[in-house]
């Protein structure tokens, strides 16, 4: 079980750190389905190895041509207090409800929604018509609502994180991949922040944590290199092909969790 895990890390890393999506938008829905684990400890090893992850791609990415908006400042500042969010909205759940299998059922459902609704965004974006918000109110806003979904689903980010930055912002994708790793980095350091005040670590098992952040830092390093090495329409190829695959992952969860 701990190689197949270890290897998701290395392949979600890579493409995490390419396309801006995190990595936990593949990690968690196979650790979901093959690790026997709680959502809570899901979540918080996820968590931790996608915020390895993003503080490599984002050291690496210095002095690169790509950039971080000047609007990347009011996101990321939203997304931290999304993420404090997202993780009381989490708590909330794993104490109400009789088991934890219930979080990971609604956790799977939202995951499947989202995914197929970038999917057809990014299909069809040549099509549709791009905004391009300069608000500050807005992009904190949106920040927000972001940091909020990447730290209840404990995935880091995900796919929506471009598909907004692309809409709303009218990034192309390496400018938006860049901007969704630094989202990502804040909402993920105010929930893991969050865990460690509230002493709501779960047990886990330490040389797994290490070995997926050892992963993730080699994944992220390659992601970087790739990056150089392909233009935004073959990361977006990639991109869909990753999309089709969390979909059908996350629909098998739900029928795991849901029976």
Request: hydrophobic share 50%; aromatic share 10%; glycine share 10%.
């Amino acid at each position: 079980m701990q190689i197949i895990i270890v290897l998701t890390v290395l392949f979600a890393t890579v493409l995490g750190s390419l396309s801006g999506i995190g990595g936990g938008v593949i990690i968690k829905p196979v650790m979901d389905a093959v690790s026997g684990l709680t959502s809570s400890q899901i979540s918080f090893l996820s968590g931790t190895t996608v915020l390895t992850m993003t503080i490599v791609s984002l050291l690496r990415s210095r002095g690169g041509e790509v950039r971080i908006d000047r609007r990347g400042i009011y996101l990321a500042l939203g997304a931290a207090f999304g993420g404090l969010a997202g993780k009381s909205i989490f708590s909330w759940m794993v104490s109400s409800l009789p088991s934890q299998d219930g979080v990971s059922l609604v956790q799977n459902i939202i995951m499947v929604i989202l995914t197929v609704a970038v999917f057809f965004y990014v299909l069809f974006k040549a099509r549709v018509h791009q905004l391009d918000i300069q608000n500050r109110v807005f992009c904190t806003l949106a920040g927000l609502f972001l940091g909020l979904m990447s730290s209840f689903l404990g995935i880091g980010g995900g796919p929506i994180n471009i598909m907004v930055l692309s809409y709303f912002f009218s990034m192309d994708t390496k400018t938006s991949a860049l901007n969704s790793l630094y989202i990502i980095f804040f909402s993920q350091v105010v929930s893991l922040l969050s865990n460690l005040v509230m002493r709501d670590v779960p047990t886990f098992d330490p040389l797994l944590l290490v070995m997926m952040m050892v992963c993730a830092v080699i994944g992220a390093s390659g992601g970087r290199w790739l990056s150089k090495k392909l233009d935004s329409r073959q990361i977006d190829v990639m991109f869909l092909c990753m999309l089709v695959l969390i979909t059908g992952i996350s629909v098998y969860n739900c029928f795991k969790y849901g029976l």
